[in-house]
């Protein structure tokens, strides 16, 4: 059973929350948490590489000597790959990089993640997680109070005035509950969390 403890915005702790074993207390599976990640940043790439093979750059069309009675090795083209300005050898083309992986898998990487982080004591729970004029000063403050260091703020729902103190805060990502990236929480030291978003992930992920 994992416990975290329960701050209120000012960093000021209230007391302790118990988490539910079901998302926060299995056993972590590293290896789903390596391909969930692995896949997010194939996910990420442009695939916009690109490279000329010996058929595409121009030239080369006239054999540059006689096959033989020089000493010198024979060519075909001035565009061999060997030659300077010549093509690539299997040049890379624009493709995707994108694949999916399976709900259950992702479902495993993410709940192991969080079972890590409340493990090893990198839970907060913010009682109230919400800031009614975008003050980025007001979420240093219990950062630091905290001492959270490079985290990422769980919220229930889009909270506009959380995103815009935290945005310009290095480190920092703020996430709605029910879209949370396996990536940002394996990036992130401190997971800090909005109460009403712990019980959405309790729920969604149970």
């Known amino acids: ?4 403890k329960v701050y209120d915005l000012a960093g000021k702790e209230l007391g302790e929350v118990t988490l539910a ?4 207390g299995i056993e972590p ?3 789903a948490v390596h391909a969930v990640v692995k896949n997010h940043l194939a996910n990420l790439r442009q695939g916009t590489q690109s490279a000329l093979t010996r058929a595409e750059v121009s030239g080369g069309g006239r054999k540059p000597w006689r096959q033989k009675g ?14 300077t300005h010549g093509g690539v050898v299997f040049a890379p083309k624009p493709r995707s990089y994108r ?3 399976n709900k259950k898998l992702r479902r495993l990487a993410l709940k192991s993640v969080l079972s890590d982080k409340a493990q090893n004591g990198n839970i907060a729970v913010i009682e109230g997680l919400d800031v009614a004029e975008p ?7 219990l950062l630091n109070a905290i001492d959270a260091g490079k985290s990422v703020i769980i919220t229930d ?3 506009k005035g959380v995103v815009l103190s935290s945005r310009n805060i290095p480190g920092v990502v703020t996430t709605p509950a029910n879209t949370l990236s396996v990536y940002e929480l394996v990036n992130a030291k401190t997971l800090v969390i909005d109460k009403a978003a712990l019980a959405t992930i309790e729920e969604v992920y149970a």
């Open 157 to 159: 729902g889009v909270k």
């Open 99 to 101: 694949y999916t992986l």
């Open 70 to 83: 020089t000493g010198r090795a024979r060519q075909g083209s001035t565009r061999s790959p060997q030659w």
């Open 29 to 31: 599976n590293v290896a």
């Open 1 to 4: 059973m994992s416990i975290a």
């Open 135 to 141: 003050k980025t000063k007001t979420v240093v403050g």
């Open 21 to 24: 074993d079901a998302v926060f």
